[in-house]
């Protein structure tokens, strides 16, 4: 390429990056506003002008997600707290409360989906792209979309060498810390979810520990979910590796305990609180006496 040519196209590169930011600060400022015909005008003339701008597919996506999202009133059995309305029966017996709760219309969630997908297609190594569907995902209770999106996001991240791009295309600090630390709040929301997510939750860690096989914290996640299944000598497996890594750790110690105690085996069950007792905080070493106590029958 001779040198004018070079010289034309930084100018043209330089010319589509500066339309950029401008559409990009156009529609933060309409979004701002809530004026969503605005956003959608942006958008559109956004698109014809600089349709590789890895920005316009997450604000596609954050215009679909936000026009989706309403707000509905709920009742629940729990106690009224404050902004929460008060049920009572004739009695004047407070019953439940209403309140209200962010759900969101899943057509329209869709659409969004549809701009971020080919946004990580285009970009696959921009993790906030990956991590925003991941988000609205669990929001929208679709918890096997939210599960295959963590699982592919690690798979990537493996090929890359964990070299992943956050907002504006910079490279991310400390990209493994991160990757797990915010594994771990979705593996919170899994748990939390309660039993029915209990096979998503272990498909999660076990994709981390591929990667990361001697990460304590999901050694002890995947634990986790074999005792929930009573599984124990499975659990076991998990927990004595854990322990290896990290001997004095005694949520882990804790833990074998109990799955000592669980398949009968009363000595092992005494080893592992007693090792709780010499680790724990007050807590655990309050807790893990009284566990030894039954088992030795004072």
Not at 67 to 78: F, Q
């Amino acid at each position: 390429m001779k040198p004018r040519a070079i010289l034309l196209l930084f100018l043209t590169l330089s010319f589509a990056t500066a339309r950029a930011q401008d559409y990009m600060e156009q529609f933060t400022q309409a979004f701002q506003q809530k004026d969503t015909l605005k956003q959608f005008q942006v958008l559109k003339e956004w698109r014809k002008a600089a349709p590789e701008d890895p920005q316009l597919y997450i604000d596609w996506f954050n215009f679909y997600v936000f026009k989706a999202r309403h707000e509905v009133i709920a009742m629940t059995a729990a106690p009224a707290t404050g902004g929460q309305f008060s049920i009572q029966d004739k009695s004047g017996k407070e019953v439940g409360n209403l309140h209200g709760e962010i759900g969101y219309d899943d057509k329209i969630v869709q659409q969004g989906i549809a701009y971020i997908d080919t946004g990580i297609l285009k970009f696959p190594d921009r993790l906030d792209m990956r991590f925003g569907k991941t988000f609205i995902l669990g929001q929208i209770d679709n918890y096997s979309g939210f599960t295959n999106t963590i699982i592919a996001a690690f798979n990537h991240g493996n090929k890359i060498h964990m070299k992943w791009l956050w907002t504006g295309g910079k490279p991310l600090d400390d990209p493994e810390k991160f990757m797990l630390s915010t594994a771990q709040t979705y593996i919170n929301q899994l748990y939390n979810e309660g039993p029915d997510q209990l096979g998503h939750m272990r498909s999660v860690v076990q994709v981390i520990l591929k990667y990361f096989p001697n990460d304590v914290p999901n050694l002890s996640n995947l634990a986790i979910t074999y005792i929930m299944d009573k599984d124990y000598k499975s659990a076991l497996t998990s927990l004595l590796k854990a322990a290896t890594i990290t001997p004095s750790d005694s949520i882990v110690l804790n833990n074998i305990a109990y799955c000592y105690a669980q398949v009968d085996d009363k000595p092992n069950a005494i080893k592992y609180y007693q090792l709780t007792v010499k680790y724990g905080d007050a807590d655990a070493k309050e807790f893990a006496g009284k566990k030894l106590k039954e088992l030795k029958g004072n």
